[in-house]
């Protein structure tokens, strides 16, 4: 498969790397095609780079792994064009930083970011998964021993289907993953963001997922 | 241990009835003695029955079993001198079914239930816990197979190591709780319900609760 990851910060690096190690195509995406760190880092990894327009016209999977504050602008920067009909993984969380840590989750009001995205690029066939556990465990879940989740939320269930198997490459389990149903339920995982903050405070370098016990 | 439990709904007769089948002295409360609803429960199930400020004077330990939308008037009902120095264990959420199912989520902006209590009730010790998961599961944590957990989170330490032994008494071993620290910390939790409500039609019929899987 070829990926677009938008975003060269740690989870688009992780996700990225990720991908090519294990065989499959991805373009890495950022404001500007002359980012020499961002070059820098693509070509040790295999990896190619550009501007989020270069990568997503690339991907035929796209990953959306920037601060969610930014998520917007990046897939408006990106081009609807080149996201029309795409399965896109969003990956980011509505974290404002401004007054440090803990960040405040700020979503629009009784939604989510990721329901928001989607009303905004339509043409996209969202997924959001992935965004309640570090970067570290998202490409290395048998890292964090015992039963652990992630949670999919899309309105395309042919997306998801795609998602699932994107994640079986990341190193995840069918039976770890819990379809929660349509992109409006987005808004639970996004919340769980506070507990996981004042989880990172409470279990200290631990690494951590959250799981779903059931009968 | 003698408990008052503030509230005579599924989940105040639940923790009732177990602290009483495990031989506590309970007496529950609700808004008029003249509830004959809850004078017969109470009779069948071994235990007293009142006001508000009936039980919360009987009470070592109080629990807080109602909604959340009224747990403000009912501490205020029990009354502050019967809550004086007292251990209350916050099970509520503030949830609004106003609209129906699923219900919203209404917390003080940035804020939480638990800590919105413990500001208006400072002379209460005030330990959020067991609102993550259903009456059934607050009583039998056995009846979910593999791990799973609860979450507290209040400002004094003694007071979290009281409800520790509440909890033991209902059944959670130790290892099954997460100090989040003080009572801000109540905000996670709380908002874990919008979560919880997508799983109650995601694993429908199944009886679930949250887990923190860590190294």
Known sequence: MRFAVLGTGEVGRTLAAALARRGHDVHIGSRSRDNTDAAAWAETNGVAQGSFADAAAFGEIVIVAVSGMHATAVLGAAGRPRLAGKVVIDVTNPLDFSRGFPPRVVIPEEGSLGAHLQAMF????????????????????????????????GDDP????????????????????????????ARGPEQMLVLWCDLTVALPGRRFNFGVAHD
């Open 122 to 153: 339509p043409e996209a066939r969202l997924v959001k998964t992935l965004n309640t556990t570090n970067n570290a465990v998202m490409a290395d879940p048998a890292s964090v021993p015992g039963e652990h989740c992630l949670f999919l939320s």
């Open 158 to 185: 042919e997306a998801k289907a795609v998602v699932t198997e994107v994640l079986s490459v990341l190193g995840w389990r069918a039976e770890q993953l819990i379809d929660l149903g349509g992109i409006a339920t």
